[in-house]
């Protein structure tokens, strides 16, 4: 079975600091991997994905990953954080199957102070 | 933004009324979820949808039904709510290509979510 871990629950960072927030999955084939941004009381938000190719890819709002099959991980980062960066952010694991099945992590809610 | 509305916004009701959500999609996607929101678990799947009057269960579906009659509606139904289902509920699409499956594929659009609470 499929599975991610954000060891993460919180992360506090400074304005203008750089940013990487840690995501593990558990998965036997090649993944197809996600982060998502939530801001308080709204949907998620797809910010970047991996499904092959290139191990480091690009995504909105100036974010990128590392795909690192040797330690099945994933982890998101950010040169410089802004204020609006404050948010939760879930990565996730998709799977072939039957249905396009996607499972996520249990989120890590980013703090940006001044 | 994917057109995703989700209805009511939000909800209070007592334990042991029938509570039914639900989800409009204007995007014609053919794959429809339900998730549920609490925190230290993320996002957990309660059903979803591949097709008209198709529908599955995903790994929390005890004490929910869903259908679909239509390709744009997908309704949650909680036909005896219980205080353990107060949670915000959240929609989403995602279309599978035709042919082979690729990344977009597996690209879930989300609603803006409902939060229910149950009393």
């Known amino acids: 079975a499929q599975s991610v871990t954000q060891p993460d629950i919180h992360i506090t960072v400074s304005e203008g600091a750089s940013l990487e927030l840690r995501c593990n999955y558990s998965?036997?084939?090649?993944?197809?991997l996600f982060w998502y941004v939530q801001s308080p009381g709204q949907g998620l938000q797809l910010l970047l994905k991996?499904?092959?190719?290139?191990?480091l890819v690009q995504g909105i709002k100036g974010f990128e990953a590392e795909f690192k099959r040797s330690q099945s991980s994933f982890n998101l980062r950010k040169p410089s954080v802004h204020w609006s960066d404050a948010a939760e952010y879930f990565c996730?694991?998709?799977?072939?199957?039957?249905?396009?099945?996607?499972?996520f992590g249990t989120g890590t809610k980013l703090q940006v102070i001044p | 933004d994917a057109g995703i509305t989700q209805s009511p916004r939000h909800k209070v009701t007592e334990t042991g009324t029938p509570v039914t959500l639900r989800c409009h999609q204007t995007?014609?996607?053919?794959?429809m979820y339900w998730y549920r929101q609490d925190p230290g678990h993320g996002l957990r799947l309660i059903h979803y949808?591949?097709?008209?009057?198709?529908?599955d269960k995903g790994e929390v579906s005890d004490g929910y039904s869903v259908s679909r009659s239509k390709t744009e509606d997908f309704l949650l139904t909680l036909e005896s709510a219980t205080s353990s289902q107060t949670s915000v509920y959240f929609c989403?699409?995602?279309?599978?290509?035709?042919?082979?499956?690729?990344?977009?594929?597996?690209?879930?659009?989300f609603g803006p979510g409902t939060r229910l609470t149950v009393t």
């Open positions: 991996y499904f092959s190719g290139d191990t």
């Open positions: 995007e014609n996607h053919r794959y």
């Open positions: 949808s591949y097709g008209v009057k198709d529908t």
């Open positions: 989403a699409i995602s279309e599978r290509g035709r042919g082979r499956v690729t990344s977009t594929s597996y690209e879930q659009y």
């Open positions: 998965y036997g084939a090649t993944p197809y």
């Open positions: 996730a694991v998709g799977s072939s199957g039957g249905y396009q099945k996607v499972t």
